[in-house]
């Protein structure tokens, strides 16, 4: 979808187009796909921020548009956020931009719980 998205557009327009653009052809293909999907962020119990999504499909991929000279770590790392803070496994990175590119990021479930094992015990020396 996103290189049939790229080529039927091209190069040039908004992040907001390619994101209409990108739920209608996920759409036609059946999949179901939300758009500027909220993501809330919590610090121990306590809702501290919100990240917004470009899209969601299936509400198992999130999605991260971009219209940069090419995809970043600092892309990359953002959709890493969005995979930290959600049920979420995997995310893609696409890239609108002169180049048409996308990558895949993967945060397990199981890492997450690790992270969050070694905060709390971290935080938990921190007090001591």
Same mark, same amino acid.
């Given at each position: 979808?996103?290189?049939?998205?790229?080529?039927?557009?091209? #190069?040039?327009?908004?992040?907001?187009?390619?994101?209409?653009?990108?739920?209608?052809?996920? &759409?036609?293909?059946?999949?179901?796909?939300?758009?500027?999907?909220?993501?809330?962020?919590?610090?121990?119990?306590?809702?501290?921020?919100?990240?917004?999504?470009?899209? @969601?499909?299936?509400? &198992?991929?999130?999605?991260?548009?971009?219209?940069?000279?090419?995809?970043?770590?600092? !892309?990359?790392?953002?959709?890493? !956020?969005?995979?930290?803070?959600? &049920?979420?496994?995997?995310?893609? @990175?696409?890239? #609108?931009?002169?180049?048409?590119?996308?990558?895949?990021?993967?945060?397990?479930? @199981?890492?997450?719980?690790?992270?969050?094992?070694?905060?709390?015990?971290?935080?938990?020396?921190?007090?001591?």
């Amino acid at each position: 979808m996103f290189y049939e998205v790229y080529n039927e557009l091209g #190069f040039g327009f908004l992040e907001s187009v390619y994101r209409e653009a990108m739920r209608i052809a996920l &759409t036609q293909a059946g999949l179901e796909v939300q758009a500027e999907v909220s993501i809330p962020v919590s610090f121990r119990g306590s809702l501290v921020g919100m990240f917004r999504a470009d899209l @969601v499909v299936a509400g &198992t991929v999130v999605v991260e548009l971009k219209t940069a000279e090419a995809i970043s770590k600092a !892309h990359e790392a953002q959709v890493l !956020h969005y995979l930290r803070a959600s &049920t979420m496994e995997v995310g893609l @990175v696409m890239n #609108f931009g002169p180049d048409a590119r996308f990558r895949r990021v993967e945060m397990g479930n @199981v890492r997450k719980k690790s992270m969050a094992a070694s905060a709390l015990r971290l935080a938990g020396n921190m007090g001591r």
